[in-house]
């Protein structure tokens, strides 16, 4: 049986981007994200991965996009998600994250330096200005 997927919750509000700061720096930052769980949809798991890791309730859209992580061969799948009751977040879990935080579009190559997957970066571009 193959692993399940693992759906990236991609948050666009007024103040940025959502991303979390890993412990392990692997990656140092990152979107929300997390496997699928048995008879979830990706926005489903996109919903709850981000209420579970940034305390932060979110309606999933549309799946931005679908791949094979070039590092860790996961298959990934991209879900355009907005805040619902504002915008504040708390780091939901402290094992794995150091850090949550709103970061603006321009920061991104600094804190991504191995890069944000293309459609992904349509969505950030489209819906968030520098």
């Known amino acids: 049986m193959s692993e399940p997927s693992i759906v990236a919750a991609i948050v666009t509000s007024p103040e940025g981007v959502l991303l979390g700061r890993r412990h392990d720096g692997r990656p140092p930052w990152t979107f929300p994200a997390g496997a699928t769980e048995l008879g979830e ?8 991965e981000c209420l579970e890791e940034t305390g932060l309730a979110v309606e999933a859209h549309e799946v931005l996009g679908e791949r094979d992580h070039p590092k860790t061969g996961r298959h990934m799948i991209y879900v355009a998600c907005r805040p619902v009751n504002g915008t504040q977040v708390v780091v939901g879990d402290p094992d794995e994250l ?32 520098v």
């Open 98 to 129: 150091a850090e949550v935080a709103w970061r603006k579009l321009d920061e991104l190559d600094e804190l991504m330096p191995y890069g944000v997957f293309d459609p992904v970066m349509e969505h950030l571009r489209a819906s968030l200005s």
């Open 41 to 48: 949809s990706p926005q489903q798991t996109a919903a709850r």
